[in-house]
């Protein structure tokens, strides 16, 4: 059963997850029409998959290190299935690129509840999320989540709400430098803004549709109990369990009224909050049989939309 496999963290399931990932990938890339196989084409599409295997290590770390979930693998076997089921998220390389940034300064947020390092820490987060800005434009609103943390671990100290800034501006002056010797700074910038559309058109097919409503009656579904949940947290922790719940609304609401082209891969951001939700549903819910319906709904899901 799912359930009883997924529920522990062994090498044996990182390595059917890794695996599973390289071969739905490959399989996908080949049988694909948007790539030719040359060269070229296969070295940036196993860069693609460095990149969203490096990213599946980040969201594990931050799991881990910050004790969001018990010690099982449900987070990285939900994600890896929300992300089959919108396989047009790896034709996306800016969101791919932009989403492992955005996990990357999570990192650091979310271990601000440590006071070590508390401004490198808010440093470095803002510094990651200009970063993903730069290859997806609208990934700049998790700087929400940022001074959300803020306000719970560090409102007393004034320099804590302007040290963002600096992050900011370390990045803007880098990109600028750049940009002077490239394409000049006026292109960078009208290329850097990206104007939000709300196009759902390519919603209407089947295969946006279903893995839209599944995520969304799942994230309603599950929602309730994490709200629970967040009101019997322990002290430490209940801080950790909002800025999640936060991340998952910064999510939803680029994915629905600020993506500048909505083709199914603008999801990528939220699904690591709605499996990092779903995973905690599924620890603390009674009903065996319930959870174990998600993970397979979950898993044929991809398989149904492939085919």
Not at 102 to 124: E, G, M, N, P, W
Not at 133 to 155: C, K, Q, T
Request: proline share 3%.
């Amino acid at each position: 059963m799912l359930t009883s496999f997924f529920g522990v963290s062994k090498p044996i399931n990182f390595a059917m997850i890794v695996l599973a990932v390289v071969v739905y990938f490959t399989g996908f890339y080949i049988v694909s029409d948007r790539y030719e196989l040359t060269a070229y084409g296969i070295l940036s599409q196993f860069m693609v998959l460095l990149v969203y295997l490096f990213s599946l290590g980040v969201l594990n770390f931050v799991v881990k290190r910050n004790t969001l979930t018990k010690r099982n693998t449900y987070i990285l076997y939900l994600f890896v299935c929300f992300t089959f089921a919108v396989p047009v998220s790896f034709f996306n390389t800016g969101v791919i690129l932009s989403g492992v940034f955005v996990f990357l300064a999570l990192r650091r947020i979310i271990s601000l509840k440590s006071v070590t390092d508390f401004s490198k820490k808010i440093f470095d987060a803002a510094f990651w999320i200009a970063i993903a800005s730069l290859f997806f434009f609208w990934s700049i609103l998790f700087l929400i989540v940022l001074y959300f943390a803020i306000l719970f671990y560090g409102r007393g100290e004034y320099r804590n709400w302007l040290m963002p800034l600096g992050g900011i501006f370390v990045v803007a002056i880098l990109t600028f430098t750049f940009s002077l010797y490239y394409e000049g700074v006026l292109e960078f910038t009208l290329n850097y803004v990206e104007l939000p559309t709300l196009d759902f058109t390519n919603y209407s097919t089947i295969k946006l549709l279903i893995p839209a409503s599944f995520f969304l009656a799942l994230y309603v579904w599950c929602g309730l109990r994490y709200l629970a949940q967040i009101s019997d947290a322990p002290q430490n922790l209940k801080a950790s369990y909002i800025l999640i719940l936060i991340s998952s609304l910064v999510a939803l609401t680029i994915a629905i009224f600020l993506a500048p082209l909505h083709d199914g891969s603008e999801l990528y951001f939220f699904f690591g909050p709605l499996a990092i939700i779903t995973a905690s549903y599924i620890e603390t819910s009674k009903s065996f049989w319930f959870k174990e319906m998600i993970l397979w709904l979950a898993l044929l899901l991809p398989i149904a939309i492939l085919f």
